[in-house]
T-cell receptor, first 114, second 117 residues
Framework: DTGVSQDPRHKITKRGQNVTFRCDPI?????LYWYRQTLGQGPEFLTY????????KSRLLSDRFSAERPKGSFSTLEIQRTEQGDSAMYLC????????????FGPGTRLTVL | QQQVKQSPQSLIVQKGGISIINCAYE??????FPWYQQFPGKGPALLIA???DVSEKKEGRFTISFNKSAKQFSLHIMDSQPGDSATYFC????????????????WGLGTSLAVNP
């Protein structure tokens, strides 16, 4: 399977704990995006990378959130001191920089904060 | 403020019927309008997309109709099948800078489609 993969698929954690998610984009894609999706809503943009550079962060991305893409390939999204409001599906997508409108999504990581 | 308004929130259609989902937008700078299909537990998948220089695009059973003057676009699913049961999202994007490399998708809230057998 050469699509976007995400790990883990599900994460249950207690409030206050730190969590880290991983996204492996389609190998040729230089753009990588993180979104958050809650029930009954469309995906909300969080941040995106072109290669290893983080080019934009949404105001939704509080100081507790940090994303990295150290080698321009896989990316990690870390949430520190999780809160119940962080419970959501975290989606990763990738695209070519020249075709930024065509984004391919991974299956998501569902986070539940107890 | 929802920049892309999608309706209905849910839709039930009989097998073989036509499913119609509508979206409206405000920002005339939007220049790309995709539709995504999402099954439970999966990420959204691009279904079909249109740019405002055409009024209609058809791919198989899926058709986008675009009305630039009304700032509306819709997805039509012909001969709807139970396998089409999913959540459908419309979206829109625009160019945030002249280089054409700073775009992000603005999403509607989704329509849950159920096709009865």
């Amino acid at each position: 399977d050469t699509g976007v993969s995400q790990d883990p698929r599900h994460k249950i954690t207690k409030r206050g704990q730190n969590v880290t998610f991983r996204c492996d984009p389609i190998s040729e894609h230089n753009r990588l995006y993180w979104y958050r999706q809650t029930l009954g809503q469309g995906p909300e943009f969080l941040t995106y990378f072109q290669n290893e550079a983080q080019l934009e962060k949404s105001r939704l991305l509080s100081d507790r959130f940090s994303a990295e893409r150290p080698k321009g390939s896989f990316s990690t999204l870390e949430i520190q001191r999780t809160e119940q409001g962080d419970s959501a599906m975290y989606l990763c997508a990738s695209s070519f920089a020249r075709e930024v409108d065509t984004q391919y999504f991974g299956p998501g990581t569902r986070l539940t904060v107890l | 403020q929802q920049q892309v308004k999608q309706s209905p929130q849910s839709l039930i259609v009989q097998k073989g019927g036509i499913s119609i989902i509508n979206c409206a937008y405000e920002n005339t700078a939007f220049d790309y309008f995709p539709w995504y299909q999402q099954f439970p537990g999966k990420g959204p998948a691009l279904l079909i997309a249109i740019r405002p220089d055409v009024s209609e695009k058809k791919e198989g059973r899926f058709t986008i109709s675009f009305n630039k003057s009304a700032k509306q676009f819709s997805l039509h699913i012909m001969d709807s099948q139970p396998g089409d049961s999913a959540t459908y999202f419309c979206a829109a994007s625009l160019d945030h800078n002249s280089a054409g490399n700073n775009r992000k998708l603005i999403w509607g809230l989704g329509t849950s489609l159920a096709v009865n057998p």
